[in-house]
């Protein structure tokens, strides 16, 4: 009697859009309504919904689209003394501002910590890109000299990396998706972690980073950013970009 050869593992495609806001964010102008439509049109499969200090957004979205999907894991990005850190794949918030220790709370609950935009106003300190899950190596908000450095640093420390839009308003939606060959039956963490991936990628403006922050000043009463928000709206062209 012979041993039968191993069978192959079965592939399947999942297409990933990480990094968006709702309005949940005070610099954001989409609603669930609109991230769920966009992602069903486009035949996403999960969206990872990171609001500013709040994973709410994740849970409105998850709500809005019920069992038919798309998947909305729970997600936040929180302000770190050093920078920028997505969580996702939560049971609930993180409550530390502390780099490591948003880490182990988020380990705590079965999470990965992302760095998003590791050299965009952020200043980590080596150990806690060490300890991070992944790495964004392409941000559409972020310079291309800053998307190169974080590339460049994944690759030294061999981590896992993803693509965003950092999408804050409905035309950004569409401006990077992270395309995975997964393993069927597999959870979305090993997918994540350990499958090979690929880009889809496009900028956004410098108009729309501005229009941000005059979203953000207008929400914050704030009536002299908001002014000059406008004049640096007005000062770029169209299609200027960061």
Same mark, same amino acid.
């Given at each position: ?17 990480? %990094? ?31 609001? %500013? ?156 980073? %501005? ?32």
């Amino acid at each position: 009697m012979t041993d039968e050869p191993p069978r192959a593992a079965t592939t399947t495609s999942l297409r990933l859009l990480s %990094h968006v806001h709702t309005r949940r964010s005070a610099d954001a102008w989409l609603t669930p309504r609109q991230i769920v439509a966009f992602a069903r049109a486009a035949q996403i499969d999960v969206v990872l919904v990171t609001d %500013h200090d709040s994973h709410m957004g994740s849970v409105d979205c998850q709500r809005l689209a019920g069992e038919h999907g798309p998947v909305f894991p729970v997600s936040a990005e929180y302000r770190s003394t050093q920078g920028d850190m997505i969580a996702t794949l939560l049971s609930g918030p993180i409550k530390s501002r502390e780099p490591r220790a948003i880490i182990a709370e988020t380990h705590e609950q079965g999470g990965l910590v992302i760095l998003p935009h590791p050299y965009k106003a952020s200043r980590f300190a080596d150990e806690i890109f060490e300890l991070a899950d992944l790495i964004e190596i392409y941000n559409a908000r972020s310079s291309d000299e800053q998307n190169a450095r974080a590339a460049a640093t994944a690759e030294a420390l061999r981590k896992p990396t993803l693509a965003s839009p950092d999408a804050h308003l409905q035309r950004e939606l569409g401006l990077a998706l992270n395309e995975f060959v997964a393993v069927e039956g597999r959870e979305l963490r090993d997918a994540l972690l350990h499958s090979e991936r690929r880009f889809v990628t496009g900028k956004t403006t410098m108009r729309a980073i %501005h229009h941000s922050q005059i979203l953000k000043s207008m929400r914050r009463l704030q009536p002299i950013r908001f002014a000059k928000g406008m004049v640096r709206w007005f000062q770029v062209s169209a299609d200027d970009q960061p």
